[in-house]
């Protein structure tokens, strides 16, 4: 089956500096890798998720790379802001609407 | 956007007990549903695969007895933690998936699940 790595598990930021989150997965047919946040005592949250058509995606301060070659796929955040504390998981599917594999998780912690 | 609610919230039962916890599209239609469950400080583990109108498809390790899933309909999933025990004691959490239009999973805020 298929197995995500995801790291750091731990990132204190600078407010304003950029944070990059990294993940590797093991699937070759892997094709849809989404990105959540999720707060205390809440549920994930998508923030982004990207194809294994595309290669980059931005949304505002949010991108997202994919190297399906290498299979690893990366979120960078950038202009952090306090608010962007959370913990932070990668996933990987073979398509939107099938099981997510979840990674390890980031805790992030952006300091004022 | 879509929305997914869980409920209830938070609950604390003694050992022994059964517990349903539902997982309401509320609004769109889900032709699946995910249950997971989150250990305090870790990821988020798929249990089972929960598609309208069939039988749960159970991850391995995962005691289809102990947790029954159903799927009776487009918007709602339940899951029934059957004769809990403290090592049951999780945080659970659903998502919901519509095939129309390729939509991402939508997941709810989650259910704590505490067994004395």
């Known amino acids: 089956g298929e197995n995500v790595e995801q790291h750091p598990s731990t990132l204190s930021v600078q407010e304003g500096d950029s944070a990059v989150i990294k993940c590797t997965y093991s699937d070759s047919a892997s094709n849809y890798f989404p990105w959540y946040k999720q707060e205390l005592g809440k549920g994930p949250q998508l923030i982004i998720d990207?194809?294994?058509?595309?290669g980059e995606k931005k949304d505002q301060r949010i991108a997202v790379t994919l190297n399906k070659t290498a299979k690893h796929f990366s979120l960078h955040i950038t202009e952090t802001q306090p608010e962007d504390s959370a913990v932070y998981f990668c996933a990987a599917s073979r398509a939107a609407g099938n099981k997510l594999t979840f990674g390890g998780g980031t805790r992030v912690l952006v300091k004022p | 956007g879509a929305v997914v609610s869980q409920h209830p919230s938070w609950v604390i039962c003694k050992s022994g007990t059964s517990v349903k916890i539902e997982c309401r599209s509320l609004?769109?239609?889900?032709?699946?549903m995910f249950w997971y469950r989150q250990f305090p400080k870790q990821s988020l583990m798929l249990m089972a695969t929960s598609n309208e109108g069939s039988k749960a498809t159970y991850e391995q390790g995962v005691e289809k007895d102990k947790f029954l899933i159903n799927h009776a309909s487009l918007t709602l999933s339940t899951l029934t933690v059957t004769s809990a025990h403290p090592e049951d004691s999780s945080f659970y959490i659903c998502?919901?998936?519509?095939?129309?239009?390729?939509?991402?999973?939508?997941f709810g805020d989650g259910t704590r699940l505490s067994i004395l």
């Open positions: 998502s919901a998936y519509r095939a129309q239009g390729n939509q991402p999973q939508h």
């Open positions: 990207i194809r294994s058509n595309v």
């Open positions: 609004d769109f239609q889900a032709t699946t």
